[in-house]
Antibody, heavy 117, light 110 residues
C-alpha cells in the first residue's frame, strides 16, 4: 500500500537548521510530487511548499521562500525538507504528503520539531 | 496569500446534517475546481475526504459531499455520527500554483 514514513522528532536551538525526511513506498516515486505542511500547537494546517519528484521543480508559500529547501533522492524514493534559521514559532508538527494533481491523498505520520533554547 | 475563510466551529446532533463553508477569491476557489477537504482527528495526520470540489476517495462514506458556488466551497456531512467529530480543513490551488488552506472548522457532535 502507498505509505510515507517520516523521520523522528527533533529538538533544535534557535538559529539552527532542521532536515526532515519522508520515505515513500508502494508507488512509483517520480510519478507524483510531494507537498509539505506544518501545524503549530493548537493551530491549523499551513502549506509550506511542493516539489516534483520527477523534475525537482518547486513552489513555496511566500512566507517560507528563501528559508526552506525541498529536495528528493529518487534512488531511495525519499523527499527532504530543510528549514533554516529556526525560531520558536517554527515549533510544529511537519507533514509530508503525496501530491497528485493538487490533491494530497496520502500523508506521512508527522515529525515534531521543537525549537527550544 | 491569505487563508481561506471557514467558521471556527459548527455543531450538530447525531443523524442531522451540517454544512461547512469555505470562502476564497477569484485567485483561488473561484478560479478552478481544485478544491479539497481534509478531516483531522486529534493527534493524527489529516485524511482526504473530498477532492476536486465533489469527488470522494474510495472508502469515504457518501455522507460526505462537496460543492462550490462562485468563491465559496462547501462540505456537507449528512447523517452525522459521533466519529465525525473532528477538525475540517478546506484547501485550494491558487492562481500562482501555490496552495492555501482554510483556517479550519471544529465539528462537535452533541
Amino acid at each position: 500500500q502507498v505509505q510515507l514514513v517520516q523521520s523522528g522528532a527533533e529538538v533544535k536551538k534557535p538559529g539552527a537548521s532542521v532536515k526532515v525526511s519522508c520515505k515513500a513506498s508502494g508507488y512509483t516515486f517520480i510519478t507524483n510530487g510531494i507537498s509539505w505542511v506544518r501545524q503549530a500547537p493548537g493551530q491549523g494546517l499551513e502549506w509550506m511548499g511542493w516539489i516534483s519528484a520527477y523534475k525537482g521543480d518547486t513552489k513555496f508559500a511566500q512566507k517560507f521562500q528563501g528559508r526552506v529547501t525541498l529536495t528528493t533522492e529518487t534512488s531511495t524514493s525519499t523527499a527532504y525538507m530543510e528549514l533554516r534559521s529556526l525560531r520558536s514559532d517554527d515549533t510544529a508538527v511537519y507533514y509530508c504528503a503525496r501530491d497528485v494533481r493538487y490533491v494530497m491523498d496520502v500523508w506521512g505520520q508527522g515529525t515534531t520539531v521543537t525549537v527550544f533554547s | 496569500q491569505s487563508a481561506l475563510a471557514q467558521p471556527a466551529s459548527v455543531s450538530g446532533s447525531p443523524g442531522q446534517s451540517i454544512t461547512i463553508s469555505c470562502t476564497g477569491t477569484i485567485s483561488d476557489i473561484g478560479g478552478h475546481d481544485y478544491v479539497s477537504w481534509y478531516q483531522q482527528h486529534p493527534g493524527i495526520a489529516p485524511k482526504l475526504i473530498v477532492y476536486e470540489v465533489n469527488n470522494r476517495p474510495s472508502g469515504v462514506p457518501d455522507r460526505f459531499s462537496g460543492s462550490k458556488s462562485g468563491y465559496t466551497a462547501s462540505l456537507t456531512i449528512s447523517g452525522l455520527q459521533v466519529e465525525d467529530e473532528a477538525d475540517y480543513y478546506c484547501y485550494s490551488l491558487t492562481s500562482a500554483t501555490t496552495r492555501v488552506f482554510g483556517g479550519g472548522t471544529k465539528l462537535t457532535v452533541l
